[in-house]
């Protein structure tokens, strides 16, 4: 498996900024946030974000922050899927080959958001395949329907795309209703994208992603998880994912270092050998 860095982890940071000192710290790929590269793209073209990575031997493994997709209706999903539609024109001449889709559940489903949420996401997928780009969809702890694995997987199948995988996000994992034996039903097939955190001294019912802390510093078990993804072949990037202001307010380059050492740690023996150098290392260019 393959540590990858999100810009989320380093969120108050400016893109170029951050970009440049995951580079130091020996990260090789990066899940871009989109709307910090938004926010660079303002003044900068994207000529100029695909020279920054190259220079810091980046490569984009994936994308996150996309949303409203499934439900929305009227002039709410016309604005959803209009952004949608110019972010995968971005990702697909970025070469950026996955993004993260959060499910938009935030009131009580019916039985007819069900046949919905499959159709859109079914078209979402056709639409993103177009670009060379494949949907991972994320369910959320505190969401009403797909909070858990095992219901965004059965919605993924009902889709029935091969263009949407689900996104298994630790976090939401642990702290969610998902249960362990909820993995059973991960192939590699249908795992799109992972996402790495850790948890500790917080209860579970009253985490928020502020309590998201590095790997190997909490309660997560995060190896058995590791383990099993091993196991159905997964070798993909596993992106290092701490939305937590204290690590926003450190010194870039140091949470790119820690970082970067705690999510090879807790790769352990799934951690590619080619992955854990620097931009003049065996993981760059």
């Given amino acids: 498996m393959k540590p990858c860095i999100s810009q989320a982890t380093t969120m108050d940071a400016a893109t170029e900024a951050d970009l440049k000192a995951y580079g130091r710290g020996g990260w090789s790929l990066v899940e871009l946030w989109l709307t910090k590269v938004e926010d660079y793209l303002r003044e900068h073209s994207v000529a100029d974000l695909r020279g920054l990575l190259d220079e810091n031997g980046l490569s984009p493994a994936a994308a996150a922050g996309q949303g409203g997709l499934l439900l929305a209706r009227g002039a709410e999903r016309a604005a959803h899927w209009d952004l949608f539609r110019r972010r995968l024109a971005l990702l697909q001449e970025l070469r950026t080959p996955v993004l993260v889709?959060?499910?938009?559940?935030?009131?009580?489903p019916t039985e007819e958001?069900?046949?919905?949420a499959a159709a859109s996401l079914a078209e979402?997928?056709?639409?993103?395949?177009?670009?060379?780009?494949?949907?991972?969809?994320?369910?959320?702890?505190?969401?009403?329907?797909c909070a858990s694995l095992d219901t965004t997987l059965a919605l993924i199948e009902q889709c029935g795309s091969p263009h949407?995988?689900?996104c298994l996000d630790l976090f939401h994992y642990y702290t969610g209703p998902s249960k362990f034996e909820d993995l059973a039903y991960l192939t590699r097939e249908n795992l799109a994208w992972v996402q790495l955190c850790d948890l500790a001294a917080t209860p579970r019912e009253l985490a928020?992603?502020?309590?998201?802390?590095?790997?190997?510093?909490g309660d997560f078990q995060i190896a058995p998880i590791l383990d099993h993804l091993g196991a159905i072949g997964y070798d993909g990037p596993v992106s290092l994912e701490v939305l937590n202001p204290s690590l926003w307010a450190a010194p870039v380059d140091r949470?790119?270092?820690f970082g970067h050492q705690a999510t090879v740690?807790?790769?352990?023996?799934?951690?590619?050998?080619?992955?854990?150098?620097?931009?003049?290392?065996?993981?760059g260019r």
């Avoid at 889709?101 to 009580?108: C, Q, T």
């Avoid at 958001?113 to 919905?116: A, C, E």
């Avoid at 790769?267 to 003049?280: H, K, T």
């Fill in 101 to 108: 889709v959060a499910v938009d559940f935030h009131r009580a």
């Fill in 113 to 116: 958001d069900y046949p919905l």
């Fill in 124 to 145: 979402a997928g056709a639409l993103a395949g177009g670009h060379g780009v494949r949907i991972a969809l994320e369910f959320q702890r505190g969401a009403s329907f």
């Fill in 164 to 166: 949407v995988g689900v």
């Fill in 208 to 217: 928020g992603d502020a309590d998201r802390i590095l790997p190997g510093e």
């Fill in 255 to 257: 949470v790119a270092d």
């Fill in 265 to 283: 740690r807790a790769l352990g023996r799934w951690c590619e050998a080619g992955d854990v150098g620097g931009p003049s290392g065996p993981g």
